[in-house]
């Protein structure tokens, strides 16, 4: 389970956070300046990140399962533990089902051009609350789980990500647990 689990979130995570710095941090203007037409852009976001997006919210969830039901896990977790896997599982949830009531019901709705200069303005402190207006409920959710999750992040073992543990890659997990 770990192994599965494991590796279907991280590959799952980094897919989706490479699509979501394409779609939320480079301007349109990029895109348009390169002749990217908004529809190529966007059937490459969803047929890229709709899949990605399963991969990391099946492994969340096998992890989860893994937490709450192999005794020896389940006695070592601490309430972080639990808390920082619902919480990612939620964020995953939600972005899915805005992605795909964006794409079922065919709105002209394009965060490129609403959420992207309002994250921008966001990471410079001048966020502009009128680029939000247009943006549909489901957005707005996503966005404020994701919102909680980076509350709860410092405080579980999801900092590790901070460390840029590369060395995973060659040697098997470490985990620093409280004594006792
Ligand atoms: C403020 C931060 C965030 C914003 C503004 C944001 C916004 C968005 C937007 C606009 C989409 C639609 C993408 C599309 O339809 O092409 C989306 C999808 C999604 N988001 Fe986020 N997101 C944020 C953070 C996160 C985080 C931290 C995670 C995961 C831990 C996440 C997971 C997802 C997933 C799984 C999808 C669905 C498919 C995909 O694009 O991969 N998001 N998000």
């Known amino acids: 389970?770990?192994?599965?689990?494991s590796l279907l979130f991280h590959f799952g995570l980094l897919a989706v956070l490479a699509g979501h710095?394409?779609?939320?941090?480079v301007p349109v203007s990029v895109?348009?300046?390169?002749?990217v037409?908004?529809?190529?852009?966007?059937?490459?976001?969803v047929s890229g990140g709709l899949p990605a997006g399963v991969a990391t919210l099946a492994g969340a969830l096998i992890l989860l399962y893994r937490r709450m039901t192999v005794p020896r896990i389940r006695s070592t977790s601490s309430a972080g533990d639990r808390v920082a896997l619902v919480m990612l599982a939620i964020v995953l949830i939600t972005g899915l089902t805005a992605t795909t009531l964006n794409a079922v019901n065919h709105t002209d709705f394009d965060y490129r051009t609403t959420i992207n200069p309002w994250l921008r303005g966001l990471i410079v402190f001048r966020p502009d609350p009128d680029l939000m207006r247009t943006v549909p409920i489901a957005f707005k959710i996503h966005i404020l789980t994701t919102f909680v999750l980076y509350l709860v992040f410092p405080f579980t073992r999801l900092v590790h990500a901070l460390s840029l543990p590369l060395g995973y890659l060659k040697r098997s997990y470490v985990v620093y647990r409280r004594r006792g």
């Open 31 to 35: 895109y348009r300046y390169l002749g």
């Open 37 to 45: 037409s908004d529809e190529a852009y966007h059937m490459a976001a």
């Open 1 to 5: 389970m770990l192994r599965w689990g």
């Open 21 to 25: 710095i394409a779609g939320l941090l």
